[in-house]
């Protein structure tokens, strides 16, 4: 038997011979080195930067740590995005700091009623070097040292904790800025000892590599070029992704979405739905799914397997059917406008993207 259907299927036949060659080939290829890596690196590093070999060992090390494949396109990746945050500086300086500072507190104080004369006095205080801490944020140049001046003034100020603790405006930090929160859920398997906290860890080259490099890279992601990498990094893992599904919700239920790549509203109740998810209930009699069950797939959003959801497959053959013969696309820019107190013009994710993908170009051309 078969002898027969293989006598009668030789295409298959010639394919399960191809996919055998192309596993025998997969096995021999070898590995690349750690020497091998270091030297690939050292050659796209800026000429002009210093301790590149110490640069090209943490990154080397960040990728062999995460077992994540050191090609070419991925090592660009993580020096692009390097570049475009911060200039291969480990603690960038920012622009304007003192003065987002102090914003910073007032705000806080208004928001917990606290009156400004308290403020004033508080601040006026010296700390240990001698300095009042007015005088220190007047000083201040980078995110490393106000995050830490915010540590050490919940713990010496009065009303500290009330007014710091627990509330460090510093959420970004390191060569990459990835996000503190992001690398206090992801320090499992981080190969360093810590010097202290996660947070200070951040801040250092080794650390910052390391958590930047797991947000770039450490998910699966089947994306038809990097620069949908890049607005991830920006937006959060899947944005990109998620921002195509709601194009393609927004097609198959005749509803105008902002693909911003935010599939729930957060914290809303079933009763009061997000926009996407509000849209897609629309669907639901024609799905065969209820409230319940196009939540449950929705909150599937930020992971790998959202994609083999009922929800996000049927929804994607309505749309490719209402199209124009060619199938809605798997991977958008999403629509977010940038706002941090660090920006201080109009910036948006889809911006960011491309200018790392044009930073990446230039690397895989050197």
């Not at 298959?12 to 750690?34: E, N």
């Not at 622009?95 to 508080?122: F, M």
Request: glycine share 8%; proline share 7%.
């Amino acid at each position: 038997m078969t002898q027969q259907i293989m006598a009668k299927s030789p295409a298959r036949k010639r394919w399960v011979l191809v996919g055998i060659a192309m596993l025998v080939l997969a096995s021999c290829t070898p590995q690349r080195t750690p020497e091998e890596v270091r030297a690939e690196l050292l050659r796209k590093l800026p000429l002009s930067l210093s301790d590149r070999t110490g640069w090209a060992r943490d990154i080397q090390a960040a990728f062999a740590a995460q077992d994540l494949e050191p090609s070419s396109e991925n090592l660009c990746a993580a020096l692009a995005v390097i570049e475009q945050e911060s200039t291969y500086h480990v603690d960038p300086a920012v622009p304007g700091l003192p003065g987002i500072a102090k914003r910073e507190i007032d705000r806080r104080a208004a928001a917990l009623h606290v009156p400004q004369l308290v403020v004033d006095a508080a601040l006026q205080l010296r700390s240990p070097d001698g300095r009042t801490f007015d005088e220190r944020i007047a000083a201040l140049r980078t995110e490393q040292e106000l995050s830490a001046l915010f540590e050490e003034m919940a713990n010496r100020v009065p009303m500290g904790q009330r007014l710091f603790g627990r509330f460090n405006p510093i959420r970004t930090g390191g060569p990459m800025q990835v996000r503190i929160d992001f690398a206090a859920r992801h320090a499992r398997g981080y190969p360093y000892p810590l010097d202290g906290s996660i947070r200070s860890e951040v801040f250092s080259r080794r650390g910052g590599l390391y958590f930047g490099i797991k947000h770039l890279l450490g998910y699966p992601a089947d994306y038809p070029a990097m620069r949908y990498r890049f607005a991830d990094f920006n937006a959060g893992w899947y944005a990109s992704r998620n921002a195509a599904f709601q194009r393609a919700a927004g097609i198959a239920t005749g509803t105008r979405l902002v693909g911003d790549g935010d599939l729930l509203k957060p914290g809303a109740p079933l009763d009061a739905p997000g926009a996407t998810e509000r849209a897609l209930r629309g669907l639901g009699p024609r799905l065969g799914m209820d409230a319940a069950a196009i939540r449950g797939d929705l909150q599937r959003g930020d992971t790998a397997g959202f994609a083999n959801t009922t929800l996000y497959q049927q929804v994607y053959a309505i749309a490719d059917a209402k199209g124009s013969g060619q199938a809605v696309p798997r991977a958008v820019l999403p629509q977010i406008e940038l706002d941090s107190p660090k920006i201080t013009r109009k910036l948006t994710t889809a911006w960011f993207a491309g200018r790392v993908e044009a930073r990446w170009k230039a690397c895989m051309a050197r």
